[in-house]
């Protein structure tokens, strides 16, 4: 902070120019730490910008204590100091420090200076000098840290916008389809009650209404991951075969034209939450479906062994782009030519949300020919 303030050399110069001083500095102090944040150096004391001198060997560490300035003439003659160990330490006869004080009151640390001669600066002119410089140190400071606050909170902004504009496009879109479907099956059975045909309506309508589900429960899984601190967990030791084959058979019931094939090796058991896992699997596996290539099985792989849990899935298709990669576990995040075929966006991120809750990972590999989403975690 203290570097980014361009009146801070000159004042260190101008320090040294009126007092004929050879060491001036910015010094950040602690209660544990002497920091130089800016330093001017002809006597070859030896600090440069980031150096530290141990705090309890320093006067800064009383002035930080005690908040008052101290001026030193001469160290041989001054009876307060002549046998205090830090003038004897760093060798200097002549010493003035002052502390800067942010306006909120807060202590930041001191301008001083060092010489190994004596010099003059127990006047006023001296001392005001040092206290003017002080303070506009201390307004400098303040100045850029509103600043950084301000950008930081329109930074929060702008993104709290943007995800809520986001949010409610791609909700009011993806809501519309299931609402739509639900709206003709009603109209349809009110005007022909015929059994045969109800049947196949009211699937329809019951897919719908898993769908509209479905999004509700991506977007409270959203704000829990968003605002609660994360996703409610549930965590226990089970097998996880049962779990992964009835979500494969699921997905499978629902797309009997594609070729799923899973490879379950569960030597050991798993502590987890099996309904995130399950739904974990269910998000990739829906995400395989409707994005790889419509020709070609997909493969689900889980391997309990070791001390891992791994589950991976894979499918042909085109190769997502390294671009895009950074991305794909960013909520409402479809990608390029998704288009309606991405749902909310949500399925990866939560799938994310799932990994972190466990304390693992969830990465993805993708080429020409294949792309391969996988989780791993410590059993």
Partial sequence: MIQKIAAVPTILDTVCRITGMGFAAVARVTSDRWIACSVKDDIAFGLTPGGELAVETTICSEIRESGELVVINHVAENEAYRAHRTPALYGFQSYISVPINLPDGQFFGTLCAIDPRPAKLHNPETIGMFRMFADLIAFHLDAQARIERSEANLLDEQKTAELREQFIAVLGHDLRNPLAALDAGTRLLSRNPDPAKATAVLGMMQSSVVRMAKLIDNVLDLARGRLGGGLAMQRETVDLSDVLALVVEELQAANPLRV????????????????????????????????????????????????????????????????????????????????????????????????????GTLGVVSSPERTCFTFRMAI
């Fill in 260 to 359: 799923i094939e899973a490879r379950l090796y569960l030597a050991e058991p798993v502590h987890c939450d099996r309904s995130r896992i399950a739904q974990m699997l269910s998000n990739l596996l829906g995400n395989a479906l409707s994005h790889g290539a419509t020709d070609a099985p997909i493969e689900v792989i889980g391997v309990a062994a070791d001390g891992v849990f791994e589950l991976s899935v894979t499918n042909s298709g085109a190769e997502i782009p390294p671009g895009a990669i950074a991305r794909l576990f960013q909520p409402f995040e479809r990608g390029a030519g998704r288009g309606d075929k991405a749902g909310l966006g949500l399925g990866l991120y939560i799938a994310s949300e799932i990994a972190t809750a466990h304390g």
